[in-house]
Structures are given as structure tokens and as C-alpha cells.
């Protein structure tokens, strides 16, 4: 039997096949739900689903679009928000 | 309406949020602005009027579009140019020129292969 960590369902399991040819159960770390809009709730596009190891190596431009509220709004709910901040200007 | 003139902000892309301002209507489709954004061809989509015209003649200069923006209240940072830093120069190693030929080469370790283990043979008194 394996070991009692690897009972739970926190990993993932894989079945892989060995150079032997046998195939065996990997255990996965699972991956971590992708970024959504924080107004309509749309999954986030340009922003990677990695864990934060992953995330460290990788460059600014990498993790997130370069517009204003890159990875946390969508576009369409930020060109909502900039069409109320142009109106407010008097 | 968008005419020339008029102040926008721009709502799309990573120059989202700034202000500028309609220099000339290109077509029913484009517009070119200045402004705190560069001086370019934009899609009239992606610029919403703010509805305040400012005095401007078609294709003003850059000056006076930041002169007439100053008036309204609206500081426009100029980009720093890219200075490009000098670049260091990697000194090439100064290789000791071999002098000595290749028997005076030899008879130099064989002197110094000579002179080492009697040094080491010496013993404790």
C-alpha cells in the first residue's frame, strides 16, 4: 500500500507508462484554478495557470497583459470602467 | 461627436486611461490623436469623447496640443529618450609571449624537477 500522504486526494493521479512498459500511478501536483474578471467573472485570458514556483521565474510581461488592471479585470469590463472615468471629466 | 479638437480618453490597450486629444478625422474609422499618448492613428472604438472641445487647428504640432491640455489642467510627461549606456568594452587578456624556445623550455622544468624533491628529502634534526 502507499504511503498515507499519498491516500488523500490532494495530488492528482496520473497513469504513466514506465520505460518498462508497465503502467503506474504518478502522483501530481494539482494546478491551480485560472484567473477571473473581478466584475463578470470571465476566465482571464493572457493570464498562465501555474503555481507560484512556476510564476517566479517567469518575466513581468509573462504573467499578465500590460494594460491598466492587466490580470484582474477582462478587457471589455476595463473599457467599462475607462468610458465612466472619460465621463467624469468636466 | 468626435471632431477635431475634441479631448478623449483612451479606453483600450495598455495606453488605457490616458487623455488626448483629436488632431485630425482621418475616416469613418480613424482618428489621429496626441496627447499623453504618442502621436498616432487610432481606431475612433477605442477613444471615448469626453464632450469638452479644445480650441485646435487640424494636424496642430505636439507643442500646442500640450500647451492647450496645460490650460484644461492636464500635465502630459514627456517620455525620457532610451540613453543608451555605454557599452563596456572587454579588455582581451595580454598573452606572455612565449621567449624562451622549446629546449630552453625543457631544460628549465628539468632543472626545476631536479631542485624539488631535494628540498623535500631534507630531514628533521
Redesign the interface.
Known amino acids: 500500500m502507499v504511503t498515507g500522504s499519498r491516500r488523500s486526494r490532494t495530488l492528482r493521479r496520473v497513469h504513466r507508462k514506465t520505460p518498462g512498459g508497465v503502467t503506474r500511478i504518478m502522483y501530481v501536483k494539482r494546478i491551480p484554478q485560472a484567473a477571473k474578471c473581478r466584475i463578470c467573472g470571465d476566465v482571464l485570458k493572457g493570464v498562465p495557470r501555474a503555481r507560484a514556483k512556476q510564476f517566479h521565474s517567469m518575466s513581468k510581461t509573462e504573467k499578465r497583459p500590460s494594460r491598466p488592471f492587466g490580470g484582474q479585470l477582462c478587457s471589455s469590463c476595463m473599457r467599462l470602467e475607462m468610458i465612466k472615468r472619460a465621463r467624469m471629466i468636466k | 461627436m468626435i471632431e477635431v479638437g475634441s479631448?478623449?480618453?483612451?479606453?483600450?490597450?495598455?495606453e488605457?486611461?490616458r487623455?488626448c486629444v483629436v488632431i485630425d478625422v482621418l475616416d469613418n474609422k480613424f482618428v489621429l490623436i496626441d496627447g499623453q499618448v504618442r502621436r498616432k492613428k487610432c481606431n475612433i472604438n477605442h477613444v471615448?469623447?469626453?464632450?469638452?472641445v479644445l480650441k485646435l487647428e487640424k494636424n496642430a504640432s505636439h507643442e500646442d496640443v500640450v500647451s492647450a491640455l496645460k490650460e484644461e489642467g492636464i500635465e502630459v510627461v514627456e517620455p525620457k529618450p532610451k540613453q543608451k549606456a555605454p557599452r563596456a568594452v572587454k579588455e582581451a587578456p595580454v598573452k606572455e609571449k612565449k621567449t624562451e624556445t622549446k629546449k630552453e623550455a625543457k631544460a628549465a622544468k628539468k632543472e626545476a624537477k631536479a631542485e624539488k624533491p631535494k628540498a623535500k628529502k631534507v630531514k628533521k634534526e
Not at chain 2, 479631448?7 to 495598455?14: Q, S
Open positions: 479631448l478623449c480618453m483612451k479606453i483600450a490597450g495598455r488605457a486611461g487623455i471615448e469623447a469626453t464632450g469638452k
